[in-house]
């Protein structure tokens, strides 16, 4: 019965909305602080508190391949994944997704867009349907069946 509870999630879906609480009580002191090194590194943030940040290479690796510009690109955020990780101590519920701008040519340029999402480990659609739907059953039964909303109130009284 326990391990069946525990396969719901529950208690690591709570885990996550804390993490993220603190997340953004987090994100909200270092932008408050002129001197942080969020404001230093030009970091921003959309209402999801999503954190983003152009990153532009030097005009002499263009002619570089493709791989060795995403090496360049990673070796540039070296100090902010530093930060995120050693400082906030939020490596693990954070992830990088980088984005490359295009001129009016529909040309790639050496300009970088990268997005820092916070990731639930646990909570997602997925689990919310399902237990949507375990709460859907258990209120079809108690509506269906009065006795056994009797039953449980009963049950419970007694503790």
């Not at 996550?16 to 603190?22: G, P, V």
């Not at 953004?24 to 030009?42: D, L, M, T, V």
């Not at 930060?83 to 984005?99: A, H, K, Q, R, T």
């Amino acid at each position: 019965m326990v391990k069946w509870i525990r396969n719901l999630g529950l208690f690591r879906v709570i885990n996550d909305f804390q993490n993220y609480r603190d997340w953004i009580r987090i994100i909200k002191k270092e932008e408050a602080n002129p001197k942080s090194k969020y404001n230093n590194f030009g970091l921003n943030r959309n209402a999801f508190y999503n954190l983003y940040v152009p990153i532009s290479l030097d005009d002499g690796d263009r002619n570089l391949p493709e791989k060795l510009l995403r090496l360049r690109l990673v070796e540039s955020l070296a100090p902010i994944h530093r930060y995120l990780d050693e400082d906030l101590g939020f490596s693990e519920y954070i992830v990088p997704e980088f984005n490359q701008f295009y001129d009016d040519e529909n040309k790639p340029t050496l300009t970088y867009g990268v997005v820092y999402k916070f990731a639930f480990k646990k909570f997602s659609i997925e689990w919310l349907i399902k237990w949507l739907i375990i709460l859907g059953i258990f209120a079809f039964i108690l509506i269906r069946w009065p006795i056994i909303g009797t039953l449980v109130k009963w049950i419970s009284n007694l503790i």
